[in-house]
Structures are given as structure tokens and as C-alpha cells.
């Protein structure tokens, strides 16, 4: 891979530290800089944190990709008239009076060593035939994508994603130490920012980090109740 050779970033900006997921980071850094992997796709149900992961990956392996990496957001699209527009878009693809939009994107595509990132693609799997075009044509592109069920083609690799690190039911020391834990504690601290655990709450947080199987989205939601309620009350 190469240097990014542009000053523009084409990330979203990350608006809170991203904590946790190592060992999920890890192995897909492992898999995106294989040269034999061109399209790998984070599977997991809503809320698991999908999104969030891929883009942390996207982040550093940026400046390894010559032109960068790109995030496509698909959740409001619905259809490959919608997604085309969309990805020729933020790819800054110009397209001339009488051209065909697909094969401008292929076109500006193929000399370009790039991280697609298509986020929420579920909905769209019909249209998964572009991705395949994608790779075909553009040898350099690698394509990184999240959704709740499998695009179903050939260079497809699958990584599942489940819930973050949980603290046995048994609260033990260190338990700050668990990512689900690490993550409920940073949003705890931004609606009570005198948060800390203690004997007292520290089985509580524990107990509602397992009550949601360690879901982000979940873990997230319950600590915005701190605001309002104590560890106890909102298990």
C-alpha cells in the first residue's frame, strides 16, 4: 500500500474516544492489508457497533492507501439509482452530459489504490452486483462494508461482530478493565462527569452491561440514564 497523497479527509469525525474492540480491531487490520482479501464484510445485529469499528479500521489505515479511504452512509438509500449518485458523490466524480454514472465511477475508480467503506448495507443487497463490478474493474480498491446479513459474493470474507468484552456476572477487580464496562464509564462521565465506580455501584454497572449482551448501543443507552437515575435504579 502506499502514502495518501491528498490533504482531504473523507471520514466523519469522531466526536468521542473509541474504546475498546482491540482484539476486533486487530484482526481486521489483519484481514484488509492482506493482499489476497478485496472485500470483507462486518456482519452483527443493530446497535452492536458495526459502524463505529469500521470506521476506526478506515482511520488507521488511511494514509496506507494512496488516495485514502472513503465512508459511503447507505441507511437512507434504497435503491442502485439512489446508491450510484451517492458514491459518485463522495468520490468526486464528475459526470459528462450523455454518460453512463456507472462507468464513470469504474472509470475514476480503476487507477485509484482506495478503502471504500459502505456502512448499512443490508437494505441494498440487491444492488451487490456494483461491489463485485467494483472489485472486477478496479484492481486497487479494497471494500470494507457493515450489515445485518452477507452480500453473498465470491470475494467476500466474513467477520461476525458480537457484543464488547464482559465482566464475569461476579463483579472482580479491575473490572474497568473490560470493554463494555470502559465504555458505559465513558458515557457516564459525560452526563454525570463525577461518575465513578465504587463497591457500591460497580455490581449494578456490571449487571447492566450483561443484561444487554454487551451491546454498544444498549450499553450506551442505559448510561445516558445516570443522568436521572442511580446504577441500581436503571437495572
Given amino acids: 500500500m502506499g502514502t495518501a497523497s491528498h490533504s482531504t479527509r473523507r471520514l466523519p469525525v469522531r466526536l468521542t474516544p473509541f ?63 439512489e446508491l450510484l449518485p451517492a458514491l459518485a458523490a463522495d468520490l468526486g466524480v464528475q459526470l459528462l452530459p450523455g454518460g453512463d454514472l456507472q462507468q464513470a465511477v469504474l472509470e475514476h475508480l480503476a487507477s485509484q489504490q482506495i478503502l471504500l467503506v459502505l456502512d448499512n448495507f443490508e437494505h441494498l443487497l440487491d444492488e451487490a452486483s456494483l461491489v463485485c463490478d467494483i472489485l472486477t474493474n478496479c484492481p486497487q480498491v479494497k471494500i470494507l462494508v457493515t450489515s445485518r446479513e452477507k452480500l453473498n459474493l465470491e470475494a467476500e470474507t466474513l467477520y461476525h461482530l458480537g457484543g464488547m468484552q464482559l465482566p464475569p456476572s461476579d463483579p472482580a ?31 449494578a454497572v456490571v449487571r447492566i452491561c450483561n443484561l444487554v449482551d454487551g451491546n454498544p448501543l444498549g450499553i450506551l443507552l442505559a448510561a445516558a440514564w445516570l443522568e436521572y437515575f442511580s446504577p441500581a435504579e436503571i437495572r
Fill in 19 to 81: 474504546v475498546g474492540r482491540q482484539a476486533n480491531l486487530e484482526r481486521l487490520l489483519e484481514l484488509i492489508s492482506n493482499p489476497a482479501v478485496r472485500l470483507v464484510t462486518i456482519l452483527g445485529v443493530g446497535g452492536v457497533g458495526k459502524t463505529r469499528l469500521a470506521l476506526e479500521v478506515a482511520r488507521v489505515l488511511y494514509d496506507r492507501f494512496r488516495h485514502g479511504a472513503v465512508f459511503i452512509a447507505l441507511a437512507h438509500l434504497n435503491t442502485i439509482d
Fill in 173 to 203: 477487580e479491575n473490572v474497568q478493565d473490560y470493554d463494555a464496562v470502559c465504555l458505559c464509564l465513558q458515557k457516564a462521565r459525560q452526563v454525570q462527569p463525577r461518575f465513578s465506580l465504587n463497591t457500591a455501584n460497580t455490581p
